[in-house]
């Protein structure tokens, strides 16, 4: 059973840039679609990105195309996220998920069933 650790959270300032890493231990992470999603105090939790099983195809959404890249590296075990230009409406935990049972939908949460614990990202004005 594939667990996530995730890393690389911390306070910001807007305009600054982070990068989160999660980990992957367990399982065979190169099978797996990888997922990142947010969710702020007080609010639900939504779909930032997902990559595919190799690399080759990532999905975004809306509100972060153009500042956030994912990509992973399956030698290591390991999806990041890339966060540019950060907004106060960043602000949220960012966990990491994977879709060990193959579902292949990018922006469900359903469609994810092993879950990382989160890294919380705060951005200040």
């Known amino acids: 059973q594939v667990q996530l650790v995730e890393s690389g959270g911390g306070l910001v300032q807007a305009g600054g840039s982070l990068r989160l890493s999660c980990a992957a231990s367990?399982?065979?992470?190169?099978?797996?679609?990888m997922g990142w999603f947010r969710q702020a105090p007080g609010k639900e939790r939504e779909f930032v990105a997902a990559?595919?099983?190799?690399?080759?195809?990532?999905y975004y959404a809306d509100s972060v195309k153009g500042r956030f890249a994912i990509s992973r590296d399956n030698a290591k075990n390991t999806v990041y996220l890339q966060i540019n230009t950060l907004k106060p409406e960043d602000t949220a935990v960012y966990y990491c998920?994977?879709?060990?049972?193959?579902?292949?939908?990018?922006?469900?949460?359903?469609?994810?069933?092993?879950w990382g614990q989160g890294t919380q990202v705060t951005v200040s004005s």
């Open positions: 998920a994977a879709d060990t049972r193959l579902i292949g939908w990018r922006t469900a949460s359903s469609a994810y069933d092993r």
């Open positions: 367990g399982g065979t992470f190169s099978n797996y679609a």
């Open positions: 990559i595919s099983r190799s690399g080759g195809t990532t």
